[in-house]
Antibody, heavy 122, light 106 residues
Framework: QVTLKESGPVLVKPTETLTLTCTVS??????????VSWIRQPPGKALEWLAH???????SYSTSLKSRLTISKDTSKSQVVLTMTNMDPVDTATYYC??????????????WGQGTLVTVSS | SYELTQPPSVSVSPGQTARITCSGD??????AYWYQQKPGQAPVLVIY???ERPSGIPERFSGSSSGTTVTLTISGVQAEDEADYYC?????????FGGGTKLTVL
């Protein structure tokens, strides 16, 4: 059974750094056909892709947020960590991690975590 | 910059057919994927590779592609299909989501 679970602070102050952890089970982060992405959704708004990491440690980031994001993984712990620096109230959102499934030349998100709401406020 | 464009809303009566479109210049070269999101829940994949349906997704959900537009079709819409729907495409450099379409079942 594949599961993903996000953990991290529910409240951060402006200018602080957010660190979120995605703990996965039911699959290995070393699986060549899979990866993990972070995706966020501000209240009442659309999904926004943030970053992804694959088994070979290949990483990619949203162009608009690249300077603030770092994604990493610990395969032995089955965890993927996202850090976002210089948090601002506009970063208030539900943050999801999702499993990437490589599909021919593209990929989809076949399993999602429940999401964690992060509020940025002083 | 590359975008995926969806209509903000679509409304249908129960039993009718709902069609939700997603347009983007890269869609002829990349597969599209569709997600259903109900309030307070995580998205669920309902269509992959333009027209494939994951196991467990009802047959009334189907997808098609033509040029720069992909379409999610829900035949015989049921009340439980009321949700937000998002298209997505991806390549090795990243992923893009459409702005989402709210499907209202009248």
């Amino acid at each position: 059974q594949v599961t993903l679970k996000e953990s991290g602070p529910v409240l951060v102050k402006p200018t602080e750094t957010l660190t979120l952890t995605c703990t996965v089970s039911g699959f290995s982060l070393s699986n060549a056909r899979m990866g993990v992405s972070w995706i966020r959704q501000p209240p009442g708004k659309a999904l926004e892709w943030l970053a992804h990491i694959f088994s070979n440690d290949e990483k990619s980031y949203s162009t608009s947020l690249k300077s603030r994001l770092t994604i990493s993984k610990d395969t032995s712990k089955s965890q993927v960590v996202l850090t976002m620096t210089n948090m601002d109230p506009v970063d208030t959102a539900t943050y999801y991690c999702a499993r990437i499934r490589l599909v021919d030349s593209g990929y989809d998100f076949d399993y999602w975590g429940q999401g964690t709401l992060v509020t940025v406020s002083s | 910059s590359y975008e995926l464009t969806q209509p903000p809303s679509v409304s249908v009566s129960p039993g009718q057919t709902a069609r939700i479109t997603c347009s983007g210049d890269a869609l002829p070269k990349q597969y599209a994927y569709w997600y259903q999101q109900k309030p307070g829940q995580a998205p669920v994949l309902v269509i992959y590779k333009d027209s494939e349906r994951p196991s467990g997704i009802p047959e009334r959900f189907s997808g098609s592609s033509s040029g720069t537009t992909v379409t999610l079709t829900i035949s015989g819409v049921q009340a439980e299909d009321e949700a937000d729907y998002y298209c997505q495409s991806a390549d090795s450099s990243g992923t893009l989501f459409g702005g989402g379409t709210k499907l209202t079942v009248l």
